[in-house]
């Protein structure tokens, strides 16, 4: 098979942590490694008992439960954080923005 050239689309997801390695920055590296490190029966998912060791994340377990399976994926940690990161995000905005618009003494 030829070598994929910088005009194809982009390939589909890999389906191991080793293919997409080269794909994931390295902060989605380092949840992927702590998502492992938190999975203590190698299923491939977080149970309520699995997390209740770190606060903040048990905290958020429902609202990164979207299915509500009971269990947190690794795609529902991942869509989790980036809903995160865009509230941080905008909350930081905001705030920049507030003293900027104020006026001044």
Do not use: H, W
């Not at 910088?6 to 890999?14: E, G, K, N, R």
């Not at 389906?15 to 491939?44: C, H, V, W, Y």
């Amino acid at each position: 098979m030829p070598p994929a050239t910088a005009s194809a689309p982009p390939a589909p997801a890999a389906s191991t942590p080793a293919e997409s390695q080269a794909a994931l920055t390295k902060g989605e590296i380092k949840a992927m490694r702590e998502f492992k490190m938190l999975d203590f029966n190698g299923d491939g998912k977080l149970s309520r008992t699995e997390v209740k060791l770190f606060p903040r994340l048990a905290a958020a377990f429902d609202d990164a439960d979207t299915d509500k399976d009971g269990y947190v994926s690794y795609e529902e940690v991942r869509a989790f954080a980036a809903k995160y990161r865009a509230e941080r995000d905008q909350q930081r905005a905001a705030q920049a923005a507030a003293p900027a618009s104020s006026p001044r003494p």
